[in-house]
């Protein structure tokens, strides 16, 4: 990871930290994003992805660091309507139709796109004359990617974008946010999912208690958070035989079902059937996020950041 | 121009929110057919009761409808819009021009509707007076303007009503826009500070004359402005530095 700036960086942030009174959200990330870059900010809940994006977006002034847009500070890039942001809140304004809001929306920009292509693009061309306060939530949260569409913008910032949507929808939404990356620009979006990062991102960003933990291509970081559990029925097998085939971290034993954790399953898997010819109900599952966050970061809370 | 299709639109919404707009226009409304038509013989010093009353109404009906727009400020901030709308290159003063227009436009239409009203009771005043007072209500609300959008960027949108209905009641209570003031005194002095009062006297200029709007209103309401804008731009960084 370089925190230096080449030419044609889009987007730095340096040394950046925050803190609300004694919580510190945010506690000095270094990244560079290149421009057209897909990025996913991955974390749990409290990892300080929002804080990150309020301060990119401008909404949040940073205790400490810097954050350059473009070659500018945020409040200007916003300005120029560089930026297009979707938040986790933002509700839309009443007593205007679908269309209306985003003409409106649309008007604030130096170069929107054309409304009927914001409206398509977010697939809500046939509720476009609805009145915004009627929507369901999947709607609601496909107008505000419509806000956020029809700026134009060189960056799109989103941040959990998809919480609201069900799997239908969140399809439909990253098929849309694709369209947008094939045009070249640069989309940064905060999310809890590996399988959404995974799939959508150039480019992972991890992040836990307020720092970067992990920054890479989605293959990398997968492999690193995306540790594999085996679970088998095994007769005469014990913890402490299971524990010495090699690459396995953990063992756990419920009656005759093993559950064994291990970076890489194939090779434990292999070494395993040929030690135990009879194994059934063999079942290889990626570890949850949370566990793998916490194998990543440990207990480490150590408040000299 | 771009900030005009914002403008237009706040304009539709706000016209389209009828609720809203009734509820700003009934109460002066209801209260001044209910007295005003009891009394529509009366004469207070030869003037005659409907129009005292109507001017009245007419102070805090538009003062009311003016401070609203604090709700509307407090609404969207409430709903996280005012933070979508800081991502955007919308300009604080295009957003603000669009709310205080809002507000005068409901103002205007609050004491149309009086006017109107007190036309109905027997009320007549030649064009001059009548824009006259017009002109002056306009002028006298402009601390009420302030007095809205510091409100919207103060008060959580559950403690709005009380506040605002409140401070809207108090002003007008002591500016006389309920009835008469006591005509001299250290009260009568302590209230001749208040914009509501000059408010009051914007609508009396229809009644007494327009001598009665001083010198000392045009003081009275520019300190107020000043004191008020420098208020208000204090609670809004502080309100837009937090969210």
């Not at chain 1, 609805?130 to 956020?148: D, E, F, H, N, P």
């Not at chain 1, 399988?195 to 208690?209: Q, S």
Request: charged content about 20%; aromatic content about 6%; some cysteine.
């Amino acid at each position: 990871m370089t925190n230096r700036a080449a030419p044609n960086t889009g987007i730095t942030l340096t040394d950046l930290t925050k803190s609300y009174g004694a919580v510190r959200a945010v506690r000095g990330i270094n990244v560079t994003i290149n421009r057209g870059e897909t990025l996913a900010l991955l974390g749990p809940n409290g990892a300080g992805k929002s804080t990150t994006l309020d301060m990119v977006l401008g909404l949040t002034r940073p205790d400490a660091g810097t954050v350059s847009l473009f070659g500018t500070s945020p409040r200007d890039a916003v300005k120029a309507g560089f930026v297009g942001g979707m938040l986790q809140t933002g509700q839309p304004i009443g007593y205007l139709s679908v269309r209306e809001l985003i003409t409106m929306m649309a008007s604030l920009y130096p170069q929107p796109l054309a409304v009927d292509d914001a409206l398509r693009l977010s697939g809500i061309e046939e509720i476009a004359d609805r009145v915004t306060t009627k929507l369901s939530g999947g709607q609601t949260q496909r107008l505000r990617m419509a806000i956020a569409l029809v700026a134009d913008p060189e960056l799109l910032v989103l941040d959990e974008p998809t919480a609201a949507l069900d799997v239908e929808g969140r399809r439909d939404f990253w098929v849309a946010m694709r369209a947008v990356a094939a045009r070249g620009k640069t989309i940064v979006f905060a999310t809890h999912y590996l399988e959404e990062a995974d799939a959508y991102a150039d480019r992972i960003i991890l992040m836990a208690r307020g720092r970067v933990v992990a920054d890479g291509p989605p293959t990398e970081i997968k492999a690193r958070v995306g540790g594999r559990t085996i679970r088998a029925t095994l007769r005469n097998a014990t913890v402490a035989d299971l524990g010495a085939l090699e690459g396995v971290t953990n063992v756990e034993q419920h009656g005759e079902t093993f559950i064994v954790t291990c970076p890489n399953s194939d090779t434990v898997l292999r070494a395993l059937l040929a030690r135990y010819a009879d194994a059934r109900d063999i079942e290889v599952r990626g570890a949850g996020l949370e566990e793998a966050f916490l194998n990543l970061t440990g207990d480490d809370d150590d408040e000299n950041a | 121009m771009k900030s005009l299709t914002y403008i237009h639109y706040e304009i539709l919404r706000t016209i389209r929110n009828r609720r809203f707009l009734i509820f700003s226009l009934i109460f002066p409304l209801i209260l001044f057919l209910a007295i005003a038509g009891e009394n529509r013989h009366v004469q207070l010093d030869g003037i005659g009761f409907p129009l005292y009353f109507m001017t009245g109404m007419a102070s805090w009906g538009s003062m009311t409808a003016i401070v609203s727009i604090g709700g509307k400020i407090a609404t969207e901030r409430q709903v996280g819009w005012t933070r979508q709308l800081r991502v955007t290159p919308l300009k604080t003063s295009t957003y603000f021009t669009a709310k205080v227009l809002t507000g005068y436009m409901t103002a205007l239409l609050s004491i149309v509707v009086l006017a109107l009203a007190g036309t109905s009771l027997g009320v007549r005043l030649d064009a001059t007076t009548w824009l006259t007072m017009l002109g002056l209500l306009l002028v006298g609300l402009i601390p009420f303007v302030l007095i809205g959008i510091m409100l919207g960027h103060l008060v959580s949108v559950d403690s709005l009503g009380p506040a605002l209905g409140g401070i809207t009641s108090l002003f007008a209570l002591l500016g006389g826009s309920f009835g008469p003031l006591a005509k001299k005194g250290v009260l009568l002095t302590i209230v001749k500070l208040l914009p509501s009062y000059w408010l009051v006297q914007a609508g009396h200029s229809a009644l007494l004359g327009s001598h009665v709007w001083t010198g000392e209103a045009w003081i009275v309401l520019a300190v107020w402005t000043l004191v008020m804008l420098r208020l208000t731009v204090v609670v809004y960084r502080r309100d837009t530095a937090r969210v």
